[in-house]
Nanobody, 125 residues
Framework: QVQLVESGGGLVQAGASLSLSCAPS????????MGWFRQAPGKEREFVAH????????FYADSVKGRFTISRDYAKNTVSLQMNSLKPEDTAVYYC??????????????????WGQGTQVTVSS
């Protein structure tokens, strides 16, 4: 069983940066694709970013492209989400997710069987 723990959320002003980290435990996560999702109050959980198992391929939601960067550090066994130029509409609970399927849509929550508990990001205007 893979357990995921996110950290790094907080309250910042618009235009600032934050870095989120996800630390999987249990099995090695080196063979898992990793994703970040977010959920604002009253809204559905939405895809933010994805990185494949090798780290060689990334994909972003249009809303964060050019501002957010997903990366993974195999030595530290972590996956990170660097968020720059934050906007008030980025305010949400951010979730880390892990999946290992070779088929399916990795922009959908159903692709990922393992999830963290979430970390709050609040961006004030």
């Amino acid at each position: 069983q893979v357990q995921l723990v996110e950290s790094g959320g907080g309250l910042v002003q618009a235009g600032a940066s934050l870095s989120l980290s996800c630390a999987p435990s249990g099995r090695t996560f080196s063979t898992y694709a990793m994703g970040w999702f977010r959920q604002a109050p009253g809204k559905e959980r939405e895809f933010v970013a994805h990185i494949n198992w090798s780290g060689g391929s990334t994909f972003y939601a249009d809303s964060v492209k050019g501002r957010f960067t997903i990366s993974r550090d195999y030595a530290k066994n972590t996956v990170s989400l660097q968020m720059n130029s934050l906007k008030p509409e980025d305010t949400a609970v951010y979730y880390c997710a892990a999946g290992r399927s070779s088929v399916g849509d990795y922009t959908k929550p159903q692709f990922y069987p393992y999830w963290g508990q979430g970390t709050q990001v609040t961006v004030s205007s």
